[in-house]
């Protein structure tokens, strides 16, 4: 089949490879302009652009496809290409009516979600601070609505109870590049059944922002360990930040007032309804990221101190 393939962060490149891997004619590909980045505002181009240069793809890189005169060219390009279908994983722009109708199988979205349940941006990290139990995949033919088209094909996994969004992305990444075959597959034999959403059930992942990673010890361990997995917790320690990637909630119970430093050898800290969470790995302000273990070899923690102060 001859695809146009649209994407750009590292969730999109297992299926671009994928699809290429099993003989698809990936006609060109459609990614987010290469972004600046450090202090000499180097322009880096997407993860999916570098893996198209590498397989002699032509990239295309428009700032918009819905307006402007850079919408009109690559509108013409993609009726040069008359592509078969148009396969989308995290583009990060909103198709319009003119591209989602011009393939002959119209354009196939790859979602990191079980729809209709967590349509949206950031659907990997709300399924974690939701506490949800599974997760998977979800390919659907697209529509103008944001993520609310027919379901084609879907695919479940399980969270792990510690498991991390880094993680759970990969794993996603890789169930949406079988799925996304699997589908391809099906579209041409004329074998898939669209299945409708229901509206009633669905729930919105928005976007994630630098507030939702305080971690708030009043809360009970259990819903930061999810702060933690999900977006990388930060707290203060000694008047610096203190960022943590991952933890371990803890059986026993504290009286202590939340954000106490209970257990200075193993840096557990008291939390909401006296639960209690340890901090297991770790990066202060002006270090590197490292194991608890060989933080407190270099730092040494006050029992009774409190973070965030």
Known sequence: ????????????????EALAAAGHDIAAVFTQPDKPNGRKMKLIPSAVKKAAVQREIPVFQPNSLRRGEEAEQALAVLKELAPDCIVVAAYGQILPLSVLELPKY?????????LPKYRGAAPIQH???????ETGVTIMQMAEGLDTGDMLLKGAIP???????????????????ELIVQAMTAL??????P???????????????K??????????AQELHRVICALTGFTVLDGKRLKVYRSLVEPQKTDALPGTIID?????????????????????????????????????LTSGAVLGE
């Open 264 to 300: 200075s050898d193993r840096f557990t800290v008291a939390c909401g309804g006296g639960s209690r969470l340890t901090l297991t790995e770790v990066q202060l302000e002006g270090s590197k990221r490292m194991q608890t273990v060989d933080f407190l070899r270099g730092k040494k």
């Open 195 to 209: 299945e409708p959403q229901d509206d009633s059930l669905s729930c919105y992942a928005s976007m994630i922002t």
């Open 1 to 16: 089949m001859k695809i146009v393939f649209m994407g750009t962060p590292e969730f999109a490149v297992a299926p671009l």
């Open 127 to 133: 399924v974690i601070l939701d506490g949800e139990a």
């Open 106 to 114: 119209g354009c196939i979205n790859i979602h990191a979600s079980l």
């Open 211 to 220: 507030s939702m990673s305080a971690l708030d010890f009043n809360r009970p």
């Open 188 to 193: 041409e034999q004329g074998t898939l059944t």
């Open 159 to 177: 969270i792990g109870e510690n498991e991390t969004a880094d993680e759970l992305h990969d794993c996603l990444s890789a169930l949406g590049a």
